[in-house]
């Protein structure tokens, strides 16, 4: 369903003694400037000091049947709509509020494109992004266990996709409570040892715990760079790909005080087709005050410059993580509109204030793409409507290649309600490509 989406509403009509409302001319050079399989954009010239737009739309040339939009500019993209279908469009002048200020223009009519068939792709590549929520953050909320309540499920969830590549964030480089092993056993090994032990030879790009001389404490730390990242690990499965080179980037701060964000990131090889490719995984900080909104934005931009720093071959790039923001966020989900602006791709097309798909949207088949991924362990899985795109703080950004398959990963009853343990308070995002 698309945000914009407004009931029908009857023209303005002046009680008895009010003056009638200001009218304005009707809008003229309406065009469908873009077609798609399920999108139509559209524009027209502007009426001067027009409030607002208002684009009827109807599959039917009498106009019945019509669904409403409104526009504060003079073009729009009008989504959710039929493959391969004709529709028909008039604009007009209207209040902030939906009055009408202006008759209709004629009727144009444009065509959704037919959905292209696709073969199945070749060699494909499995990656995930997964918040398994830290071994010491634990809330005591409803649903809640500690880590090692979780962790089977957590190990569970990663199995039942068996991706290739998984971006890890929250896997503590800390030392886990009550461990008796000799140097003590982190978040993320402990992780990374229960998979192996699944029988998939899961391997961590990187295993160093902290950034010093001696990695495995930062008890009187003495700076090095190991390229450890925290609780920010990339997961490669050995059997499928192999790992080229790896490292982290640390990302601005507000306070020198605030937790280090790192940018963890790895070249790896598909192993069936010898193709390399680029896969980073972040955390983005999660303050909400404004200054935070400000420093998620200049994280993002410092990922993007270090992507193009580093992958000087160009080879195709995977970008996942928690990046703490969404389509909600207010002013702007600012992290999303840096990873478009750098030409990077959002396979659900999940853009701001819409749920719909927009015709940037690559995912040629989505599984639960309208549950949100954040869960907060409540009991009845978030889902915003029964189609279309949740709220998302985590993502699996592409350079331009096939993404065949997106899914929310959850394990639900036919009510919507989690089976069993709820295995961190985010969901695991998942989607099957085809490297270029």
């Given at each position: 369903?698309?945000?914009?989406?407004?009931?029908?509403?009857?023209?303005?009509?002046?009680?008895?003694?009010?003056?009638?409302?200001v009218t304005y001319a009707t809008p003229s050079g309406l065009t469908s400037s873009a077609q798609a399989t399920t999108?139509?954009?559209?524009?027209?010239?502007?009426?001067?000091?027009?409030?607002?737009?208002?684009?009827?739309?109807?599959?039917?040339?009498?106009?019945?049947?019509?669904?409403?939009?409104?526009?504060?500019?003079?073009?729009?993209?009008?989504?959710?709509?039929?493959?391969?279908?004709?529709?028909?469009?008039?604009?007009?002048?209207?209040?902030?509020?939906?009055?009408?200020?202006?008759?209709?223009?004629?009727?144009?009519?444009?065509?959704?494109?037919?959905?292209?068939?696709?073969?199945?792709?070749?060699?494909?590549?499995?990656?995930?992004?997964?918040?398994?929520?830290?071994?010491?953050?634990?809330?005591?909320?409803?649903?809640?266990?500690?880590?090692?309540?979780?962790?089977?499920?957590?190990?569970?969830?990663?199995?039942?996709?068996?991706?290739?590549?998984?971006?890890?964030?929250?896997?503590?480089?800390?030392?886990?409570?009550?461990?008796?092993?000799?140097?003590?056993?982190?978040?993320?090994?402990?992780?990374?040892?229960?998979?192996?032990?699944?029988?998939?030879?899961?391997?961590?790009?990187?295993?160093?715990?902290?950034?010093?001389?001696?990695?495995?404490?930062?008890?009187?730390?003495?700076?090095?760079?190991?390229?450890?990242?925290?609780?920010?690990?990339?997961?490669?499965?050995?059997?499928?790909?192999?790992?080229?080179?790896?490292?982290?980037?640390?990302?601005?701060?507000?306070?020198?005080?605030?937790?280090?964000?790192?940018?963890?990131?790895?070249?790896?090889?598909?192993?069936?087709?010898?193709?390399?490719?680029?896969?980073?995984?972040?955390?983005?900080?999660?303050?909400?005050?404004?200054?935070?909104?400000?420093?998620?934005?200049?994280?993002?931009?410092?990922?993007?410059?270090?992507?193009?720093?580093?992958?000087?071959?160009?080879?195709?790039?995977?970008?996942?993580?928690?990046?703490?923001?969404?389509?909600?966020?207010?002013?702007?989900?600012?992290?999303?509109?840096?990873?478009?602006?750098?030409?990077?791709?959002?396979?659900?097309?999940?853009?701001?204030?819409?749920?719909?798909?927009?015709?940037?949207?690559?995912?040629?088949?989505?599984?639960?793409?309208?549950?949100?991924?954040?869960?907060?362990?409540?009991?009845?899985?978030?889902?915003?409507?029964?189609?279309?795109?949740?709220?998302?703080?985590?993502?699996?950004?592409?350079?331009?290649?096939?993404?065949?398959?997106?899914?929310?990963?959850?394990?639900?009853?036919?009510?919507?309600?989690?089976?069993?343990?709820?295995?961190?308070?985010?969901?695991?995002?998942?989607?099957?490509?085809?490297?270029?």
């Open positions: 369903m698309a945000l914009l989406l407004a009931v029908p509403l009857p023209a303005a009509t002046a009680a008895p003694g009010i003056k009638p409302a999108s139509l954009t559209f524009k027209w010239n502007a009426v001067s000091g027009a409030p607002k737009y208002r684009i009827q739309l109807s599959p039917n040339a009498d106009m019945s049947g019509a669904t409403f939009y409104r526009f504060s500019s003079t073009s729009g993209e009008i989504r959710d709509l039929k493959p391969a279908t004709k529709y028909y469009a008039k604009v007009r002048v209207i209040t902030l509020d939906g009055a009408n200020l202006s008759p209709y223009s004629s009727a144009v009519s444009a065509k959704t494109l037919a959905a292209p068939a696709l073969p199945a792709i070749s060699n494909p590549l499995s990656v995930a992004s997964y918040n398994v929520k830290c071994d010491n953050c634990f809330d005591g909320l409803a649903n809640e266990l500690t880590w090692s309540g979780r962790r089977d499920a957590v190990v569970s969830t990663i199995v039942s996709k068996v991706p290739d590549v998984v971006g890890i964030q929250e896997a503590s480089q800390g030392w886990l409570k009550n461990e008796t092993r000799p140097g003590g056993l982190t978040q993320f090994e402990d992780l990374q040892e229960r998979l192996f032990n699944r029988g998939i030879n899961y391997q961590l790009a990187n295993a160093k715990r902290n950034n010093c001389v001696n990695d495995v404490t930062p008890t009187n730390c003495v700076y090095s760079d190991r390229g450890a990242s925290q609780g920010t690990k990339i997961l490669y499965n050995k059997g499928t790909v192999e790992l080229v080179s790896q490292g982290s980037v640390a990302l601005p701060k507000v306070s020198s005080t605030d937790n280090t964000r790192y940018l963890a990131w790895s070249i790896l090889r598909q192993r069936s087709t010898g193709k390399s490719f680029f896969f980073g995984d972040t955390q983005l900080d999660s303050s909400k005050a404004s200054a935070y909104y400000l420093l998620r934005q200049s994280q993002t931009s410092a990922i993007a410059s270090a992507i193009s720093r580093i992958n000087t071959g160009k080879l195709p790039v995977l970008m996942v993580g928690d990046f703490n923001s969404h389509k909600w966020t207010e002013p702007s989900n600012a992290p999303y509109d840096v990873m478009v602006s750098a030409g990077y791709v959002d396979p659900l097309g999940n853009t701001y204030k819409n749920d719909a798909p927009s015709a940037a949207a690559t995912a040629e088949q989505r599984i639960r793409a309208n549950y949100d991924s954040f869960n907060g362990f409540e009991r009845k899985a978030r889902a915003r409507n029964t189609t279309g795109n949740g709220t998302y703080l985590d993502y699996i950004f592409t350079s331009k290649m096939r993404v065949a398959k997106w899914e929310t990963v959850i394990n639900i009853d036919a009510a919507g309600n989690f089976v069993g343990t709820i295995p961190s308070d985010h969901n695991m995002v998942s989607a099957v490509v085809q490297l270029p």
